[in-house]
Every structure is written in structure tokens, then in C-alpha cells.
């Protein structure tokens, strides 16, 4: 906003405060599509001298503002008979909508998620973004990553059903391998590849394809947490046992059937624009003790602000109470990157953590002079400053006596995410610091005669690393997968015949609602999973589990698949009118087959 601001009112950036104390929902379009709008602000304000606010109506914002980029996607694969994939061709066509806005990285995030969590030994892998004469499309929640993962879940469901395997099992057998392989022999893979490529951990490019851990990008896969998190989901949700029940349950029920899907996760966090990896935070101690805390992440109902505090909180030695997290401002905080990529915490936290510790570091001697000790000695927390055999100074009387001797109590802190880098021309590189993690068990039921689905249970397994803040995380996994299970089942974008949109309303375009939460909704978080070089070894949380919404198609084409044989063909979103077309194809081949075998 700054930047669009500064560049049509003529003037240099730090002539314009953008200042927010938070949003009211996010998801991406907050990103870009806001700029036009405050440009507008801007100008008034300059004209009339006066305060400007512009906003628009629920359907004004909803016919000119760009949504999620639709795909059309088309692919050939090849798969063994136990169903491992050999090889798979993609093709991805992104409608970036009237202008260029965010789509390239759109659908290089598309791309870089083709192959979600899965091996695939010969690919090729075709993107492009074209332009159409409607909104200009634009970042939403996985910012193109939903869309490459369901084209290889498709892949895998369609295959799961022509060869009669579990839908949970073809998807275990197609993980990412350990470096080295741990599975075996059977998971050695040759490859062509060009001599003398080096991976960034320097060994070379064909022994790691032969470990089954090399993404189509070149960028290592070490120690997938997917066949864990597969083991121990399945587990918890008695997945066998389930299926054989619903199995049951089936042969009693002529119109309504049941179905139980399975989704996991891989998904990149950081920046594919490497530029963009890079946070600050400015941090005062006041001479009360009192902190206030500046970063450049956003709060949207994520809870970052929470989070920052806490980090605050420990890294100083003091309650959250004693923290106060100010607006974020460009002019406390400047060039900040979007708080997007779900890195908000990763950067942020970074920063925070950096002027905190400088803080710290300049207040440890004299802590160890009031204490009698070594500087070593010091501990800081609940609030004070701790030394041997039980001494302690409050932070309060810390902080006013380090006024008192002209020692600085503000800092500015500054993180930058280390060895990644990616060349976009080549399509090679380390685009991501790391890879989050989760799983699904999803079981819906379907009506054969209306269409009409219902979400039953969900399990949901998730790695977010050491978590900051557990009970925010677990919030933001239950939020991100109803939402992608509103992108896939019943948020349906209409135009009539002269392009003019007819869902941009409540009452036409179906968001999910309460009723449409499972019955049973188990999320837990995985054990045991701390991250290396990440702020207190925690993982993002933000966009992974919307992904995770894609379990729901999963168990669908399980449940459809109980009215006749043959492969499911179920269009997304999956509203009832698309789950009803699919649920008459399958009867009408059931059909078939009574008759073929009659005669």
C-alpha cells in the first residue's frame, strides 16, 4: 500500500504512514487487490486536504476483485501395477484473469506442488498463465499449491480405483524416501540426469533421484515425515476396521452410500521470490519494564500477534503481560515483506527474537552485577532476572537501573532465511527453507437421489513442528480445512452469458456454514517434531491444512463408487448437482454390467 501509494501520488515512500491494527480475514487478496483502493484514499485525502475512507459493498468487492486462480489441468501417467508411479506429464493453464497481478508465482507455486508428497521418477511439467477478460485473479490460501495437488490426487484416486487398491495405500507407496532410502532395494529409481549436477548438500543428483528424496525443482527431501504421519493417523482412526464397516453398511443401503478418503500434505514454506524472505522488528524496554513490540507481520485473525508476544515474552524473561504489540507500521518497521507464505511467523519471529536477544545481551552484565555472579550465571525469566542460590531482581528494577547507567533498551531486529535460492529460468533450485506436514481420514456420506453430501468425521494429524502456540495452531488446521472444504464442495463461481458474475453475494455464493462441520473433528498435533533453524523449532501452520480439504474429494469418489464400477469422473467443486451427474454415471454402469452378465 505504501509503495502503490508513494508511486501515484508522486512523492518518496516515507511521506506515506501505512498503518494497521488488523484486518478482518485475509487469505491473499489483502495482498494486492486492497492497492487500488487506498490509491483512491490517497488521492482524495491530497485534493481535499481532508480524511479520505474508501470501501465497498459485499457485491461491489466481490464483482471486481480477483478470486483463486481457476486451473485447467491436463495430464497423462503412468503407474506399475502396484500402483507406483513411473512417470507423469502435466500440463497447467492458470486464468490469471485481466492482468498480470500475482499469477506467475501463482503458477510456479502450482508447479512446485505438482508432485505434493510424492516420488515421481520421469516427469514434465508445463505451466502457463493466460489472460481473460474477467477480474484480474489474484493470491488465495495456498497460493497455487491447491490447485497442483489436486491434479496428482486425481491422478492417484483414478488409478486407486482402476486397480482396486485402498485409496490411503497407493498413496503410501509413492512417499517421498529417507537420505538414504530406508524403504529398500525396490525403491532405487535410475534416472538420465546431466552430469556434474550438484544438490545443495553436494552429493550428486542421480544418487539422490536413486533415494527416491529429489523434488521435480532439485531441492532435496530429507527425512519425510509422511510415512509417520501416514502410520500414525491410520492408527489412531482405526482406518481398516472403518472401512470394513462402511463397506457393510453399503450392501444394506440402496441410495445412500458412504465413503472414507485419505489426504496428506507436503507443502513448501517460504517465499519462491527469495527476496522476499527477510523481516524486522523493533523492540522498546521502557524504564518500568514495560515492553512494547513492533514486527512487520499483520494480524488477520491468525493470531501472529499472539505469537510474537510469546516470543517476546521468552526471549526477554518477562510475562506477556508486561508486552504491549503496537499496529504494524512503516514507520516503525520499514520494507516489510507481505505477511503471506504462511511465513508470517518464521520471519517475524526471527526478527523479534534477534532484537530481544540484543536487548537482553546488553542488560546480562549488569543483572550479574545486582546479582553477585558471572554474566553466564544470569537466567532470565517469569519476569526477573535470576542468579545462584536463589537471587533474583525484578525485570522492573533491571530496566530502570539500566536507564539510570545510559544503557540502551531498544533494538531493531533483522532475519533473513538462510540457503535458499531458486533459478526460475533454469526450474532448479531450494525454493523452500522446509516442508510442513499432515494428514486426513475423512468419511462422508452422499445421496444417491438429491446429490447432497455430508461430512460424517475427520481425523487429522499435523506437523507444525514444535508449536508456539498449540491451541492457535489447532484452530488454524480446524479453519484451514473447512475452508478447502468450501473451495471443493460448494463455492461455485457463476457467469451469464455476457460475463457478468452472479454469485457475488451471500445468498448465491455458499461459503461453509456450521452444519456443514463434521460430526466428529479429531485434530491432533504430531509428536517428537521439532525443526531445525526455525524460531523455537516451530513449522507454519497458515496454508498446509487447506489442502488437506482435498480428503473430502477423496472420500466422495469412494462413496460414489458404491452405486456401480468403473472410475469415478467427479468434477470440483463437487456440489451436488456434479456429485448427482457422477452418482448416475456409476448406476447407469452397474446397470451395464447386470445386463452384460444376464445375457
Avoid at 12 to 37: C, D, H, L, T, Y
Avoid at 143 to 157: K, N, T, W
Avoid at 500 to 525: M, Q
Amino acid at each position: 500500500m505504501q509503495v502503490a501509494c508513494a508511486e501515484v501520488l508522486g512523492c518518496a515512500r516515507n511521506q506515506i504512514v501505512v498503518s494497521v491494527p488488523r484486518m478482518g480475514g485475509a487469505f491473499g487478496g489483502k495482498e494486492s487487490q486492497a492497492s487500488q483502493f487506498a490509491a483512491l484514499a490517497a488521492l482524495g485525502a491530497r485534493h481535499t486536504g481532508r480524511p479520505v475512507k474508501v470501501w465497498l459493498s459485499r457485491d461491489l468487492d466481490m464483482t471486481m476483485t480477483g478470486k483463486r486462480h481457476p486451473f485447467w489441468s491436463r495430464y497423462r501417467a503412468g503407474l506399475d501395477a502396484r500402483g507406483r508411479l513411473l512417470a507423469l506429464e502435466v500440463e497447467l493453464v492458470a486464468d490469471g484473469g485481466w492482468s498480470v497481478d500475482l499469477s506467475p508465482a501463482i503458477l510456479d507455486r502450482g508447479m512446485f506442488h505438482l508432485d505434493n508428497g510424492y516420488f515421481v521418477p520421469n516427469l514434465r511439467f508445463i505451466g502457463k498463465a493466460v489472460r481473460t477478460n474477467k477480474a484480474s485473479n489474484t493470491a488465495f490460501r495456498g497460493f497455487g499449491g491447491p490447485q497442483g495437488m489436486a491434479v496428482i490426487e486425481e491422478v492417484l484416486s483414478r488409478a486407486a480405483e482402476r486397480l482396486g487398491l485402498d485409496p490411503a495405500e497407493i498413496r503410501r507407496r509413492n512417499y517421498y524416501g529417507d537420505c538414504p532410502d530406508e524403504h529398500g532395494p525396490e525403491n532405487m529409481v535410475d534416472v538420465p540426469v546431466p552430469d556434474g549436477e550438484q544438490t545443495s548438500a553436494g552429493a550428486s543428483v542421480i544418487s539422490l533421484v536413486r533415494a527416491r528424496c529429489l523434488t521435480p525443482y532439485y531441492q532435496e527431501v530429507p527425512h519425510c515425515r509422511l510415512p509417520r504421519i501416514h502410520a500414525e493417523l491410520l492408527a489412531r482412526c482405526d482406518w481398516e476396521a472403518r472401512r470394513a464397516e462402511i463397506a457393510a453398511w453399503n450392501a444394506r443401503s440402496p441410495w445412500q452410500k458412504r465413503g472414507l478418503g485419505f489426504m496428506p500434505v507436503k507443502f513448501g514454506i517460504s517465499f519462491t521470490n527469495t527476496m522476499l524472505n527477510q523481516a524486522g522488528a523493533l523492540v522498546l524496554v521502557y524504564a518500568d519494564g514495560s515492553v512494547q513490540l513492533n514486527h512487520g507481520g499483520t494480524e488477520m485473525g491468525q493470531g501472529l500477534h499472539t505469537k510474537m508476544v510469546a516470543v517476546c515474552a521468552h526471549e526477554l524473561g518477562v510475562t506477556t503481560a508486561q508486552v504491549r504489540c503496537m499496529a504494524t507500521a512503516t514507520d516503525k518497521v520499514p520494507n516489510t515483506s507481505a505477511t503471506a507464505a504462511s511465513s508470517g511467523s518464521d520471519l517475524n519471529g526471527m526478527a523479534v527474537q534477534a532484537a530481544c536477544a540484543e536487548i537482553r545481551e546488553r542488560v546480562r552484565p549488569l543483572a550479574a552485577e545486582l546479582l553477585g555472579t558471572t554474566p553466564e550465571a544470569v537466567q532470565f525469566a517469569g519476569g526477573a532476572a535470576h542468579g545462584p542460590g536463589g537471587r533474583s531482581v525484578p525485570w522492573s528494577d533491571l530496566a530502570k537501573t539500566a536507564w539510570m547507567r545510559r544503557i540502551s533498551l531498544s533494538a531493531a531486529g533483522y532475519y533473513a532465511t538462510p540457503n535458499i535460492a531458486y533459478d526460475r529460468t533454469a526450474g532448479r533450485g531450494k525454493p523452500f527453507h522446509y516442508f510442513a506436514y499432515g494428514a486426513a481420514a475423512v468419511e462422508v456420506e452422499i445421496s444417491g437421489l438429491t446429490g447432497e453430501h455430508r461430512i460424517l468425521r475427520v481425523d487429522i494429524l499435523h506437523d507444525v513442528g514444535s508449536s508456539l502456540l498449540p491451541t492457535i495452531d489447532v484452530g488454524q488446521i480446524e479453519g484451514g480445512f473447512i475452508q478447502g472444504v468450501g473451495w471443493l464442495t460448494g463455492e461455485e463461481l457463476v457467469w451469464d452469458a455476457k460475463g457478468r458474475l452472479l454469485t457475488h453475494g451471500p445468498s448465491t455464493y455458499k461459503i461453509p456454514a456450521i452444519g456443514d462441520c463434521p460430526a466428529v473433528f479429531n485434530v491432533a498435533l504430531l509428536e517428537r517434531a521439532e525443526q531445525d533453524s526455525t524460531i523455537h523449532g516451530s513449522k507454519a501452520v497458515g496454508e498446509p491444512p487447506l489442502m488437506l480439504g482435498l480428503g473430502v474429494v477423496s472420500a466422495l469418489r469412494q462413496a460414489i463408487a458404491a452405486f456401480g464400477p468403473g472410475e469415478v469422473e467427479l468434477g470440483i467443486p463437487c456440489t451436488p448437482e456434479a456429485i448427482l451427474r457422477a452418482v448416475v454415471k456409476q448406476r447407469a454402469a452397474a446397470v451395464t454390467r447386470a445386463a452384460d452378465a444376464a445375457e
